[in-house]
């Protein structure tokens, strides 16, 4: 079983940039597809970034795509976002997942692993 652990969130001024990472336990984290949903309060987590196993293949919601990118390094057991052009609206606590599946679903139901979440603050 994978363990996920999010770090490098924060508090940053609009325009400015931020790298997540997501650190896993695990000797089969390269069978994962993995992924990044965000949510707010009051509002369901929404759907981020996801890469298939070997990196190969990436998807991207259309409020962040040119903005953000996702990236693994499988021999490290850590998948990354690199958040740039930030803005206030992607103010929000930021979840890692996991999914043992060939493609980089945005489906939140895909995935069966998350971590605890870390907190992304964009001020204007």
């Known amino acids: 079983q994978v363990q996920l652990v999010e770090s490098g969130g924060g508090l940053v001024q609009a325009g400015g940039s931020l790298r997540l990472s997501c650190a896993a336990s695990?000797?089969?984290?390269?069978?994962?597809?993995m992924g990044w949903f965000r949510q707010t309060p009051g509002k369901e987590r929404e759907f981020v970034a996801a890469?298939?196993?070997?990196?190969?293949?990436?998807n991207y919601a259309d409020s962040v795509k040119g903005r953000f990118t996702i990236s693994r390094d499988n021999a490290r057991n850590t998948v990354y976002l690199q958040m740039n052009s930030l803005k206030p609206e992607d103010t929000a606590v930021y979840y890692c997942?996991?999914?043992?599946?060939?493609?980089?679903?945005?489906?939140?139901?895909?995935?069966?692993?998350w971590g605890q979440g870390t907190q992304v603050t964009v001020s204007s």
């Open positions: 890469i298939s196993w070997s990196g190969d293949n990436t």
């Open positions: 997942a996991a999914a043992f599946t060939g493609l980089p679903s945005p489906r939140r139901e895909t995935y069966d692993i």
């Open positions: 695990g000797r089969t984290f390269r069978a994962y597809t």
